[in-house]
Each structure stands twice: as structure tokens, then as C-alpha cells.
């Protein structure tokens, strides 16, 4: 009647269906884990590459820009620093007319050398290393002036002053 070959496949089959089966059920569990995306907000812009559209954070939050700074050597003081990282960023430095005197006197140091080459971080942390932890920047978003204000003393620090 029936083909060796043939009644051979019909053992088989059965173990096929079940493969089959598991592994459409596993796409099913895959598909129901994996979370909804919003294809709207995706752009594809290669034939296997897909990017989310949207702002990036530094576009968004202008100091959040990240990259990697080297500060040339004709830029002496700290306020020539200052200038300098703020040159593309769309802010600018406050008058140095209203600022403190702390404030003005820091600007006029020199540039420490470990202070001309930052890797990869953020304007906003780049800034706040170079004026020190003695001071908190001041944002004004809606002029894009950043000024500086001398943090508040600490116990220790107002002791220090008292001594001799």
C-alpha cells in the first residue's frame, strides 16, 4: 500500500506540527511583551537603519550639549574660558558689571592647564569645573545669560576664615 518512505514522513509529521506550533506560540508571547511603538515618530534613513525623530537633549537643553572641549592656548583667564565655551551655544555671560566682586575675581584667574582639554561631558559640567565648586551657576533661559553666585558657607569654611 503505503511507501516505506511514505509512512516514514507520517511518523514525522507529527513532531513537525508540534515544532511549528511552539515556535509560532513563542512569536505570539514575543509580540504581546515587546511594547507598542509609535511608528509616526519613526524616520528611516537607510534601508535597515530607523531613527526616532525628535530633538536631541542638547537641542532641547542647550548647556546639555556633550562634546569634547580643547580650550586654546591663547585663552589666558577663566573669563576668557567662559567666553570662549560660549561662543555657539546660544548663551551668553552677564555683564561683569553686576556681578559680584567673588565672581569678578575669578574670572581674572588664569585658566588652570588641567582646564584647556575636557573629554566628552555635557557645557553645563565643563562650566561649572572651571569656575569651581565655590560658586552655583545662574541661568536666565529667556535672555540665555549664565551668571555665577557664591554657594552659601559651611560650617567648616566659616571656621577656616576665623582662624589666624
Known amino acids: 500500500m503505503f511507501s516505506a518512505r511514505y509512512q516514514r514522513s507520517l511518523r514525522i509529521l507529527p513532531s513537525l506540527l508540534c515544532c511549528f506550533s511552539l515556535t509560532a506560540v513563542s512569536y505570539v508571547a514575543l509580540a504581546a511583551v515587546l511594547p507598542d511603538r509609535d511608528l509616526g515618530a519613526l524616520t528611516q534613513v537607510g534601508r535597515y537603519s530607523v531613527l526616532a525623530a525628535g530633538p536631541t537633549t542638547g537641542q532641547r537643553d542647550l548647556l ?49 592647564a588641567v582646564h584647556r582639554r575636557f573629554e566628552p561631558l555635557p557645557l553645563r ?17 529667556v535672555h540665555r545669560l549664565l551668571a555665577f553666585e557664591r554657594c552659601a558657607e559651611t560650617p567648616d569654611s566659616a571656621a577656616m576664615g576665623e582662624m589666624p
Do not use: C, N
Open 64 to 112: 546639555a550639549a556633550t562634546s569634547a572641549i580643547d580650550i586654546p592656548l591663547d585663552v589666558q583667564t577663566v573669563g576668557e574660558a567662559l567666553h570662549w565655551l560660549l561662543r555657539d551655544s546660544g548663551y551668553r555671560l552677564a555683564a561683569v558689571s553686576v556681578m559680584p566682586g567673588e565672581v569678578k575675581a575669578v574670572l581674572e584667574l588664569p585658566l588652570p
Open 125 to 141: 559640567a565643563v562650566i561649572r569645573l572651571i569656575v569651581g565648586p565655590a560658586f552655583h551657576l545662574v541661568q536666565d533661559p
